[in-house]
């Protein structure tokens, strides 16, 4: 049996999150040895009585090898803390979540990403201006991140699509539990350029104690948050605060201190949060005003041992070709010869003064 069908397995219990499920591998060492314990090692690794009592309710009647195969044929794709591609910004909050469920595909490149996120009854102007902040963030390289709902976060995912760029849906249902129905079609879209995603078992109904806990999700996949237009009370400033607690930055749109929907962003912005007065704002305060420069950066790979040496040489702080050469005991005409080549591939930059920079981050160390 798949060792990721004991993590789903363990999902399902009621009670037991991201806190206790670590605290279960801590103690068991693997989620298959924790699905397998009895009653008594079950209290003793911490679990109270009610929950060892869900525990071994849920145990017995769970089929695990039917319910794997049932999320496979769907194309579901199971994401837990052990695999590699789990989303790092999202595993640098304080709870991650232990499991994620998706449809689509979440990429490298989504690492740039940010949430936009608001009111369900949008006025035209909390429209316009989704429309072109998602649409203006898409054509920058900037995965638009959000969570579905009618109003805001539709109108963004959609103008994401609609610019040709990324978007992640994340869900307070199940990946098989698309809500609102409405947006159906819309979701499927995203599979196709993104991902649909949670961290409810796939057939979980969309209850209204759901959606709040997911919105430290839609916040901790991000770099930053935009708070469109929203009521004091709104889902909306919950991701919000996840946002602050996760310690990523915080943009409101500005708007009429009269009206309901912009009492929310405007008391964002007393407390400091950025406002949204022009799109590019957004990529000057999170330094992305270079992502594409970036992103090549980061898919480009050094092809001889020369690469190699001047990549562990230059920093993102500028050095002259000399210090260069000094360092890496290269011939000055040898190192001149090989930066004008690794500018063209857009792994260096040169900055002026026979000075250069490294672009985006060449990370780990690479053999030729």
Same mark, same amino acid.
């Given at each position: 049996?798949?060792?990721?069908?004991?993590?789903?397995?363990?999902?399902?219990?009621?009670?037991?999150?991201?806190?206790?499920?670590?605290?279960?591998?801590?103690?068991?060492?693997?989620?298959?040895?924790?699905?397998?314990? /009895?009653?008594?090692?079950?209290?003793?690794?911490?679990?109270?009585?009610?929950?060892?009592?869900?525990?071994?309710?849920?145990?017995?009647?769970?089929?695990?090898?039917?319910?794997?195969?049932?999320?496979?044929?769907?194309?579901?794709?199971?994401?837990?803390?052990?695999?590699?591609?789990?989303?790092?910004?999202?595993?640098?909050?304080?709870?991650?979540?232990?499991?994620?469920?998706?449809?689509?595909?979440?990429?490298?490149?989504?690492?740039?990403? +940010?949430?936009?996120?608001?009111?369900?009854?949008? /006025?035209?102007?909390?429209?316009?201006?989704?429309?072109?902040?998602?649409?203006?963030?898409?054509?920058?390289?900037?995965?638009?991140?959000?969570?579905?709902?009618?109003?805001?976060?539709?109108?963004?995912?959609?103008?994401?699509?609609?610019?040709?760029?990324?978007?992640?849906?994340?869900?307070?249902?199940?990946?098989?539990?698309?809500?609102?129905?409405? !947006?159906?079609?819309?979701?499927?879209?995203?599979?196709?350029?993104?991902?649909?995603?949670?961290?409810?078992?796939?057939?979980?109904?969309?209850?209204?104690?759901?959606?709040?806990?997911?919105?430290?999700?839609?916040?901790?996949?991000?770099?930053?948050?935009?708070?469109?237009?929203?009521?004091?009370?709104?889902?909306?400033?919950?991701?919000?605060?996840?946002?602050?607690?996760?310690?990523?930055?915080?943009?409101?749109?500005?708007?009429?201190?009269?009206?309901?929907?912009?009492?929310?962003?405007?008391?964002?912005?007393?407390?400091?949060? !950025?406002?949204?007065?022009?799109?590019?704002?957004?990529?000057?305060?999170?330094?992305?005003?270079?992502?594409?420069?970036?992103?090549?950066?980061?898919?480009?790979?050094?092809?001889?041992?020369?690469? +190699?040496?001047?990549?562990?040489?230059?920093?993102?702080?500028?050095? !002259?070709?000399?210090?260069?050469?000094?360092?890496?005991?290269?011939? +000055?005409?040898?190192?001149?010869?090989?930066?004008?080549?690794?500018?063209?591939?857009?792994?260096?930059?040169?900055?002026?003064?026979?000075?250069?920079?490294?672009?985006?981050?060449?990370?780990?160390?690479?053999?030729?």
């Amino acid at each position: 049996m798949k060792e990721k069908s004991y993590w789903i397995g363990i999902n399902l219990v009621k009670g037991i999150g991201a806190v206790r499920l670590r605290a279960l591998l801590d103690f068991f060492g693997n989620a298959k040895s924790a699905w397998e314990a /009895t009653p008594a090692q079950l209290h003793e690794a911490g679990l109270s009585k009610k929950i060892v009592e869900r525990f071994v309710d849920t145990r017995n009647k769970v089929d695990l090898n039917a319910l794997w195969d049932e999320i496979t044929a769907k194309n579901i794709r199971v994401m837990t803390w052990d695999d590699a591609d789990y989303p790092a910004r999202l595993r640098e909050i304080s709870q991650p979540p232990p499991i994620i469920y998706l449809r689509g595909e979440i990429l490298e490149e989504d690492a740039w990403a +940010v949430a936009i996120v608001g009111t369900r009854r949008v /006025t035209s102007y909390g429209r316009q201006v989704t429309e072109e902040v998602a649409s203006f963030l898409a054509q920058n390289g900037v995965t638009i991140v959000s969570g579905l709902a009618r109003g805001v976060d539709g109108i963004a995912h959609q103008a994401a699509l609609n610019a040709g760029g990324r978007t992640i849906a994340v869900l307070g249902s199940g990946v098989n539990r698309i809500y609102p129905p409405e !947006h159906r079609n819309l979701a499927e879209s995203i599979t196709k350029a993104g991902a649909v995603i949670s961290d409810y078992a796939p057939d979980t109904p969309p209850e209204g104690s759901n959606f709040p806990p997911r919105n430290r999700i839609i916040s901790g996949l991000s770099m930053a948050t935009i708070i469109i237009e929203a009521a004091e009370t709104s889902g909306a400033l919950i991701t919000a605060n996840f946002a602050l607690e996760q310690g990523r930055e915080i943009f409101a749109l500005p708007g009429n201190i009269f009206a309901p929907q912009s009492k929310g962003p405007n008391k964002l912005i007393q407390k400091g949060a !950025h406002p949204l007065l022009r799109p590019r704002d957004i990529l000057e305060i999170l330094d992305l005003t270079r992502i594409t420069e970036h992103r090549s950066a980061q898919r480009t790979l050094p092809t001889d041992s020369t690469e +190699v040496q001047l990549l562990g040489t230059l920093t993102h702080e500028p050095i !002259h070709v000399d210090e260069i050469r000094a360092q890496t005991g290269l011939a +000055v005409e040898k190192v001149s010869s090989t930066l004008v080549m690794m500018e063209l591939k857009g792994m260096v930059r040169h900055v002026g003064g026979m000075n250069y920079v490294s672009v985006g981050e060449i990370q780990g160390e690479y053999e030729v």
